[in-house]
């Protein structure tokens, strides 16, 4: 199984998170190809700290 680890901040948190092919993406993009540096993001995740993987992300965070 391939997956990639992806870094979500915000002004005051950062969490690390694997994401799978198992990881819902929605809105504006079809696969985590299509988030980008700087992208607004919701991201749903299950696990531990320092052991997370991302259920779901939606870009971008609020459909208009």
Known sequence: ??????????????VTAAV???TKVSGRIS??????AGDQVSMQASGSQGNLT?????????LP
């Open 54 to 62: 991302a259920t779901a992300i939606q870009d971008p965070a609020s």
């Open 20 to 22: 799978t092919s198992a």
């Open 31 to 36: 696969d985590i190809a299509g988030v980008k």
């Open 1 to 14: 199984l391939e997956f990639r680890r992806v870094l979500f901040r915000s002004p005051d948190h950062q």
